[in-house]
């Protein structure tokens, strides 16, 4: 079980930006400035949490300040990937018992924070539009204070999902090479062209054979986009099935630092290096 203590103004690593250089990290290319890149999918069960804590710490080993929010106010499981026990989660934040800044972990080996989303109570799931709206201004407050936010959002369409993936400043959509998943894909990226017009949205393939076959499948949903939207998507990075990740999954570890030479590590960098190059 990781150790992680809640965040403080004592031990807070951005308080100091010279605690991140003792660090020793690297810094690639210019910072981007407190953006928000959120991962969607439409179906569930494709990759998104375990993609969006890689991508999180891939970012992190790169010498970003990240925050890694967990946004899927059904079935929030960023604290379960990684075994973290939070003190304090978005429950307490939406029902106004602390600031968003003060939910935040830090995880001490991946170098990066987390807000987790565990309600326990299920009273996220039916978040009231205008609490929402309180929620997203707080993030991007928190967001001031990270290079990159990663927000990892619920499966589905519903109201909340639509509004978090159209807040973000990049939408990652994740895709597999399942004609459901492609659908909802398809869907997502429709809805947030109509939500957020001229928006950056990004397609990701997971699960992929091999790099060959995630093209294939990107190029699939490109046609469908450009036939019935108008416009295609670029695709941010192709990741490859990869025992590893279950095997992290079951471990509660990161990806990145238990096999950063396996195939799916080396994809995920590989797209945070992309997410990098967005500007
Ligand atoms: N690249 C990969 N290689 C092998 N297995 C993977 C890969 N990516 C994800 N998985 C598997 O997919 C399963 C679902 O992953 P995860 O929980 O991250 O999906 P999700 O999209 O967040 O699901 P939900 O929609 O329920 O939130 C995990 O058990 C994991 O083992
Ligand atoms: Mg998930």
Known sequence: MTVVQTASPQDDPHADPGAWEATGRTHV????????????????GVGKTVFAISLAHGLARMGRRVLLFDG????????????????????????GRIPLIEARLHHPEGDFDIVAGRSGSGTLATISP????????????????????????????????????????????????????????????KLH???????????????????AAGKRTFATLQ???????GHTPALAGVVRR????????????????????SAAARDIEATARVVLTVS
Not at 29 to 44: L, N
Not at 77 to 87: M, R, S
Not at 164 to 173: P, Q
Not at 223 to 229: N, V, W
């Open 29 to 44: 290319g210019p910072a981007a400035g407190g953006r928000i890149v959120a991962v969607a999918s439409g179906k569930g």
């Open 72 to 95: 899927d106010l059904g079935l929030a499981n960023v604290d379960i990937q990684l075994g973290l026990l939070p003190e304090a989660d978005l429950s307490a934040v939406t029902t």
């Open 130 to 189: 205008a609490t929402l709206e309180l929620l997203l201004e707080a993030l991007r407050e928190a967001a001031a204070s990270y290079d990159i936010v990663v927000l990892d959002l619920g499966a589905g369409l519903e109201r909340s999902v639509r509004r978090m993936a159209a807040f973000a400043d990049t939408l990652l959509v994740l895709v597999t090479d399942e004609p459901t998943s492609l659908t909802d894909a398809y869907a997502v990226l």
């Open 193 to 211: 062209a109509a939500d957020a017009p001229g928006a950056d949205a990004r397609v990701v393939v997971n699960l992929a054979t091999d790099h």
């Open 223 to 229: 046609r469908a986009c450009r036939t019935f939207l």
């Open 242 to 261: 990869d025992e590893h990740v279950r095997e992290v999954i079951r471990r509660q570890a990161l990806l990145l630092a238990r096999y950063p030479t």
